[in-house]
T-cell receptor
Framework: QKEVEQNSGPLSVPEGAIASLNCTYS??????FFWYRQYSGKSPELIMF????GDKEDGRFTAQLNKASQYVSLLIRDSQPSDSATYLC?????????????FGKGTKLSVKP | DAGVTQSPTHLIKTRGQQVTLRCSPK?????VSWYQQALGQGPQFIFQ???????QRGNFPDRFSGHQFPNYSSELNVNALLLGDSALYLC????????????FGEGSRLTVL
C-alpha cells in the first residue's frame, strides 16, 4: 500500500515565524512531489512542486526534497494569518500518469497574530 | 478565464440510489481526474479521463464509473450508494497526462443517508 504520511497537527506558529511542514512517502519510484493548500471548506490549490533533489524557492515558500530519505518538506517564511490552512503533500504514483496523485491527510497550520 | 466548474455543489441521497456529478475543465485543459475526499482525509484518486477514455483508475469499485465528452467535460456516476460514499467529490483538470499540477473545482458534497 503506497502511502504519504504527514503530521495532522495542528501546527501553531506566531505571525512572522517560519512554519515547517514535513512529509514522508513509501513509493521509492515516485518522481514528482507537490504541495497543495486547502482552506477550510474550499478545494485544494497547488502552491509548489518539486521534481529534483534539493531546494526550490518561490517567494516565501521553499520546497525541499530528499529522495534517498523519501522526505519532502515545505517551509513558509514570514508566516501570515492568511497562511492558516491545511497543507496537503502529494506524490505521483510510480508507473501511473502524473495526474494520479497519492495525497497525505494534510497538516493543519494555524498562524497566530 | 473560467476555472474548473462542478455541479451540483451539494446533494443528499439515500442508500441504494444513484448519483451523477458533472465537471467542466478549465479552459484549455483536456484531462479530467476525479478524487474523493472524506472528512479529515486527503483526496483519493478515483480515475482519470483523457481523449474520452479512462486512462488510470484508483482502488474504487465498479460502482464508480465515468465518462468524458468531446468538449472535455466529464461525469462521475456512483451506483448503489453506501453510507461510506458520503464525501466531497473533487474534479481536477490539466493539459495532457504528464503533469500533476492539478486545478481543482470547488467540489460536490454528497451526503448519503
Amino acid at each position: 500500500q503506497k502511502e504519504v504520511e504527514q503530521n495532522s497537527g495542528p501546527l501553531s506558529v506566531p505571525e512572522g515565524a517560519i512554519a515547517s511542514l514535513n512529509c514522508t512517502y513509501s513509493d521509492r519510484g515516485s518522481q514528482s512531489f507537490f504541495w497543495y493548500r486547502q482552506y477550510s471548506g474550499k478545494s485544494p490549490e497547488l502552491i509548489m512542486f518539486i521534481y529534483s533533489n534539493g531546494d526550490k524557492e518561490d517567494g516565501r515558500f521553499t520546497a525541499q526534497l530528499n529522495k534517498a530519505s523519501q522526505y519532502v518538506s515545505l517551509l513558509i517564511r514570514d508566516s501570515q494569518p492568511s497562511d492558516s490552512a491545511t497543507y496537503l503533500c502529494a506524490v505521483n504514483e510510480y508507473g501511473g500518469s502524473q495526474g494520479n496523485l497519492i495525497f497525505g491527510k494534510g497538516t493543519k497550520l494555524s498562524v497566530k497574530p | 478565464d473560467a476555472g474548473v466548474t462542478q455541479s451540483p455543489t451539494h446533494l443528499i441521497k439515500t442508500r441504494g440510489q444513484q448519483v451523477t456529478l458533472r465537471c467542466s475543465p478549465k479552459s484549455g485543459h483536456d484531462t479530467v481526474s476525479w478524487y474523493q475526499q472524506a472528512l479529515g482525509q486527503g483526496p483519493q484518486f478515483i480515475f482519470q479521463y483523457y481523449e474520452e477514455e479512462e486512462r488510470q483508475r484508483g482502488n474504487f469499485p465498479d460502482r464508480f464509473s465515468g465518462h468524458q465528452f468531446p468538449n472535455y467535460s466529464s461525469e462521475l456516476n456512483v451506483n448503489a450508494l453506501l453510507l461510506g460514499d458520503s464525501a466531497l467529490y473533487l474534479c481536477a483538470s490539466t493539459r495532457g497526462l504528464n503533469t500533476g499540477e492539478l486545478f481543482f473545482g470547488e467540489g460536490s458534497r454528497l451526503t448519503v443517508l
